[in-house]
């Protein structure tokens, strides 16, 4: 015979709690829990709601659990911010791949990105498509100073770098530091790290050709660093060779 749901419940008669179990044995409560659910076949449904009707809950009680129907992972309200499980900040209805800002979402700062701030939401926005099909980076045999970062949020000063170093029209750099899209127009060639992102999500991010796309992030006099997106690799050639360029902004 199947066995059928049994609701135990223990009221104590000073009023001031009562332990429920819920399981198919009969058996009582844990001493320390006020809610003990057992099942190997079943599991607990928290609210489900999106990141809007989760932000619209009036003065939330901290432990507070809601499972993100838009974020995709389960929640809960520390005192100050929505977590995730995990305890870091939880997403906030946003993923790579949404558009956002301009432009499409193409990665979002982890706790171990430089520039990371807990209880932030921070990231890079990509364009929706390539700005051009092939510039040169620019300035060969010109050192520019400034333009050697390389990491996670470098890519803007590179970019500012590039353009007050090099007067060339038409390089990569300075197709992004011009351009104006949906509204703005913070948009910068990305470092090699923050192209390897770019890299990592270009199937959610989409528009990518299977060719290499330059960074900002220079070698030295004669070269500056590129990705393959082919195969991944990153590579230091000519700054004089013609390749594609995709422009990021931060947000």
Known sequence: MKPTLLVFLM?????????????????????????????????????????????????????????????GELQVFSGNVWTNMAGNMANQGLAIGNNYQGGIIAYIL???????????????IATPGNQTAGSPWGCYGTSITGAD??????????????????????????????????????????????????????AVIGGFV??????????????AWLLNFVTGAQLSIGKFNNNYVRAVRAF
Request: hydrophobic share 35%; with cysteine.
């Open 210 to 223: 299977n060719t290499a796309y330059w960074s900002s992030s220079e070698t030295d006099p004669n070269n």
């Open 110 to 124: 982890q706790p171990v990105d430089p520039g990371y701030i807990a209880g932030e939401f921070h990231g890079l």
């Open 149 to 202: 970062g390389t990491a996670l949020g470098t890519g803007i000063q590179n970019t500012l770098d590039i353009l007050a170093g090099c007067a060339e029209a038409g390089i990569a750099a300075r197709i992004c530091g011009d351009l104006v899209l949906n509204g703005f127009s913070d948009w910068y060639l990305p470092s090699i790290d923050e192209l390897n992102k770019l890299y990592q999500n270009r």
């Open 11 to 71: 009221f104590f008669t000073s009023g001031l709690y009562a332990q429920v179990a819920i399981n198919t044995d009969g058996s009582d409560p844990d001493n320390s829990a006020m809610l003990d659910v057992s099942s190997t076949s079943r599991g607990f449904l928290p609210p489900r709601m999106t990141h809007l009707e989760r932000d619209a809950i009036a003065d939330p009680a901290q432990g507070l659990v809601i499972y993100c129907t838009d974020c």
